[in-house]
């Protein structure tokens, strides 16, 4: 996904970002025109080295700080689109609402397989059923929506293994730009491996 070849090796990460990494809805699009039946929705946490001063960054669930960063993936796990940064502390809902995503997969009509976090959420977004003691119908549905989301889940799994973004040590601002970037490589690099 995205536009124009990448730039020399002199230019700003955060430029590649800002030139290269399509914007939400020209993503979906793409995702749209390209014939994909659904995309996978996921937050992820990027560690930061922050301090304990520093409260909004601390996530509660991962007990550690960070930057809340929205993926939005194909099927096979390819990068669509990357979030900017939120603080860590941002529940995946929220931060999904505060993107504009939701209101972007509605529009554009295309299904999204999202985990718990994203219970709740209007439009076509799907999410595995809540609660103990499911019937088996539930159970299977379960089941077969994890089988779906899977591979995509391994977007996260790639931006996480540029070792930069293992723990950020810069600004937490600059994570989303760190990471748009990060997405644009990596398709990049899978492109040139096909």
């Known amino acids: 996904m995205g536009g124009e070849p990448l730039p020399a090796d002199d230019v700003p990460v955060t430029d590649i970002a800002r030139r290269v990494s399509p914007k939400l809805g020209q993503a979906l699009r793409e995702t749209k025109r390209d014939g994909l039946h659904y995309l996978v929705l996921d937050g992820t946490l990027i560690h930061t080295d922050r301090v304990a001063a520093d409260r909004p960054y601390f996530s509660g669930k991962h007990r550690v700080h960070g930057m809340n960063i929205q993926v939005i993936a194909s099927p096979d796990g390819t990068i669509v689109w990357t979030s900017g940064a939120l603080p860590g502390k941002a529940h995946d809902l929220s931060a999904a609402r505060i993107w504009g995503i939701l209101r972007a997969f509605e529009s554009v009509g295309i299904i999204t397989l ?42 996260n799994a790639q931006l996480k293994s540029w070792k930069i973004l293992r723990k950020l040590r810069c600004s937490p601002s600059k994570a989303g730009h760190l990471c748009k970037a990060i997405a644009v490589l990596q398709n990049h690099r899978v492109a040139q491996a096909a």
């Not at 439009?123 to 003691?133: A, V």
């Open 114 to 155: 999202a985990d718990k976090a994203y219970q709740g959420a209007e439009g076509p977004i799907r999410t595995p059923y809540k609660g103990k003691n499911k019937p088996e119908s539930q159970k299977q549905a379960n089941r077969a929506h994890a089988r779906l989301r899977g591979p995509g889940e391994r977007a």
